[in-house]
């Protein structure tokens, strides 16, 4: 009987844990509470009228009178009903709804939804929680009574929280009709969404009348397409395909831009100038990881079907002297210590005032690296560099003119073994000591009388030992009412010792990049002041406001050093032993101010190869950014005249004014060296309300010396964007 009654009192308590577990498994049905100054039941329906409020948990529902089926949760709302929730506002004259399926109908309807979308339509119906299809809908983001500009579309859908999808779209400016588009997807808030992109156009003297039209496909949150096309009147027209990815062990981009010349145009250009019908660039960009092999593969590719290409639709052309177009394709993998790398590659440097171009390829190019590794209990690290090459040079260099052949093609293997040694290392000075051989074999030679390449290997070696000296460092520390001043000073020497190699072997090899020439020997020294500072009242790092660095070298063997160049002082022409004299400034007064200086000064020729001088403020919350620059370069191996010579003064400026909805960029470059006018841009953004307007006015000086003005026009309705065009212009 005891047993009887303990396994009763087990089941019980069995049951009432079952029920306690499952309870939540079961969905409660969730009644709406529907609030009325009347109501009155026959049978399964409910009649309520008089300041009707239905409260849902999602939505709250007001009418004049609606009727309710308890059995199958239809509801049908009339006179003015108005529908609300967290981030919409819906009002029509009659509303039929589903509690349970969340699907209905309401006509003659007026709505609001985040961020600040108003529309109208005639018919608005409920597919799903997310889902509501329309007909003869308006809608706009404007507050006005007349708003500034209006779409209307004949049917079409809403996605919650993402777009508004349309089919026939006419879009109106104050009550005018000025676009229409078969289909067009505008997205309620910020962010990626499909449809086309508003044109933008222009004109210049170059190109004539242009315009140029995007569409953008969200295939997928991590995918995307723009498919854009541009009609530039006297030039031709353009079709760009631009693809970006993001998946969990790749990523990347694709863009490729065709372009077809008119022939009109064609007969406009210099005979000397040579194009063909067509053009394109491709520009890709792609990272994938293999972690379980810890390998990584690169690609980037950046080529132009005609390097001449980029003068035509380069906004920034004219800022320049030469252009580069660089392309590099690799397989790297690590194990420890030891990495292999397999690549390929294409370096190109375009000379606009030549137009030509120096081209420089490696394929294969294969590298196996020892990293730092310790032997034993030596002291120290070793280090095993492998490579193999094999480069072709086509082109003139013409920054480096004479140093290499062209034309050519070198295959070459190199080999270099390491060793460092910390000898000191204390807080304050620290001593490092390296070993290196060189070793470089060459499959092919050059005869040096004739300079004809023959089938004759070549094997060259130089040992380096650098012995680096960092220190003593010392500094003092400044006390002032308000903050801490630390003064730091860190001196630093190296030495460097090379072997040299028989000349007339040296002569023998095939120059195609520096790796051909032999090592110099030499001493430096360099000289780092830095200041810091501190306020007594603040916490965290200190701030660093004033920095010098004064650097030079001795060399031992200068003509090995300056590559068998030599300088013309006007005298004499000689190989310079001492490098030039730089002096580095930067002053920072404030946080966001600075005023950098290079001076880089040759003993020889008595003037400054390089002077860099900037002055600028940067601050992302301010109004006002921007810098001026003063830069001057000149080839101290090359004559005065030489046209890679630059002396400039370059300006940029970012303006926004808080009181008015305007925004301005702007640049310009003076060439003091040529002493013309080289580029000047104003871009200008402006927000009438709820309408962005953008100009830009561009001017720039061609190779020949003539002058373009070019000017282009944008309109931002809301949340739909401007075209970009190739190399970046517009919003």
């Excluded at 190109?348 to 394929?363: A, D, P, R």
């Excluded at 000296?469 to 030495?495: A, C, D, N, W």
């Excluded at 200190?542 to 920095?547: A, G, I, M, S």
Aim: charge should be positive.
């Amino acid at each position: 009987m005891i047993n009887s009654n303990l396994m009763n009192r087990w089941k019980t308590l069995l049951i009432i844990l079952i029920f306690i577990i499952s309870a939540p498994l079961f969905p409660v049905e969730k009644k709406p509470v529907i609030l009325a100054e009347h109501f009155e039941t026959q049978g399964d329906e409910i009649f309520y009228s008089g300041n009707v409020e239905v409260i849902t948990e999602k939505y709250k529902i007001f009418a004049d009178f609606i009727k309710y089926n308890t059995k199958t949760k239809d509801m049908v709302a009339e006179g003015r009903v108005t529908i609300t929730s967290d981030d919409m506002t819906v009002s029509g004259s009659e509303f039929t709804f589903n509690i349970d399926t969340m699907r209905g109908e309401m006509f003659d309807v007026q709505g609001m939804m985040e961020p600040s979308v108003s529309y109208s339509a005639d018919k608005l119906v409920q597919v799903d929680k997310e889902v509501q299809k329309f007909t003869k809908m308006k809608f706009t983001s404007c507050s006005q009574l007349v708003p500034r500009w209006l779409i209307s579309s004949r049917k079409g859908k809403i996605v919650k929280d993402k777009y508004i999808e349309m089919w026939g779209a006419l879009l109106k400016v104050k009550k005018i009709p000025v676009f229409y588009l078969p289909y067009l997807r505008y997205p309620v808030k910020d962010g990626k969404s499909t449809g086309f992109l508003f044109p933008v156009i222009g004109s210049s003297d170059r190109f004539g009348f242009f315009m140029k039209n995007s569409f953008f496909w969200n295939i997928k949150p991590n995918l995307d397409l723009t498919i854009s096309y541009d009609h530039i009147s006297k030039i031709g027209k353009g079709a760009e395909l631009d693809l970006r990815y993001l998946f969990r062990n790749s990523e990347g981009s694709i863009k490729f831009y065709y372009f077809d010349y008119k022939e009109s145009y064609k007969d406009t250009l210099d005979e000397d100038v040579e194009i063909e019908d067509r053009d394109y660039n491709i520009n890709l960009k792609h990272l994938q990881k293999i972690s379980f092999l810890k390998t990584t593969i690169r690609a980037d590719v950046n080529y132009q079907s005609n390097p001449e290409f980029q003068s035509v639709f380069n906004k920034d052309y004219g800022r320049y002297n030469r252009s580069r177009f660089n392309s590099d394709l690799s397989i790297s993998s690590s194990i420890k210590n030891l990495s292999l790398s397999v690549s390929a590659s294409r370096n190109e440097t375009f000379y606009l005032q030549k137009n030509t171009s120096n081209v420089i390829t490696k394929f294969p190019s294969v590298r196996l690296n020892l990293k730092q590794q310790k032997l034993w209990k030596i002291p120290g690290y070793f280090t095993v560099q492998g490579a193999f090459e094999s480069i072709q040079r086509s082109g003139i260099d013409y920054e480096e003119e004479n140093l290499y052949l062209s034309d050519v093609k070198s295959d070459r293997f190199s080999f270099i073994p390491s060793y460092t040694l910390n000898i000191l290392k204390l807080s304050w000075l620290t001593a490092t000591t390296d070993l290196q051989s060189k070793h470089s074999f060459y499959l092919k030679s050059q005869d040096p009388d004739s300079g004809e390449i023959i089938d004759e290997p070549l094997h060259m070696n130089y040992n380096t030992a650098k012995l680096t000296l960092k220190g003593p460092s010392f500094y003092k520390i400044f006390e002032t009412q308000s903050s801490r001043i630390k003064h730091l000073i860190e001196p630093e020497i190296k030495i460097s010792i090379s072997t040299k190699v028989d000349e007339a072997e040296r002569e023998k090899i095939i120059p195609i990049d520096r790796f051909d020439y032999p090592l110099s020997s030499f001493a430096s020294f360099s000289l780092n002041s830095r200041l810091f500072k501190k306020s007594k009242k603040e916490d965290g790092s200190p701030r660093e406001f004033f920095t010098y660095t004064l650097t030079q070298k001795f060399y031992f063997d200068p003509e090995i050093a300056s590559r068998y160049r030599t300088i013309d002082t006007g005298d004499e022409s000689i190989y310079p032993e001492f490098s030039e004299l730089t002096n580095s400034f930067r002053y920072k007064p404030v946080k966001d101010l600075f005023f950098d200086i290079t001076l880089a000064y040759n003993y020889y020729l008595k003037k400054f190869q390089r002077a860099n001088l900037t002055l600028g403020y940067s601050n992302l919350n301010s109004p006002l950014n921007g810098r001026i620059t003063y830069s001057k370069y000149f080839n101290p191996y090359q004559s005065k005249v030489f046209f890679l010579n630059t002396e400039l003064i370059r300006g940029d400026i970012n303006l926004g004014l808080p009181a008015l909805p305007l925004k301005i960029k702007a640049a310009v470059d003076y060439d003091l060296f040529l002493k013309r006018f080289r580029y000047g841009s104003v871009i200008a953004s402006y927000n009438y309300q709820c309408v962005d307007f953008t100009a830009e006015l561009k001017i720039y000086t061609l190779t020949d010396g003539t002058t373009n003005f070019q000017y282009t026009l944008g309109i931002n309705f809301g949340n739909l964007g401007m075209v970009k065009d190739f190399f970046g212009t517009g919003n």
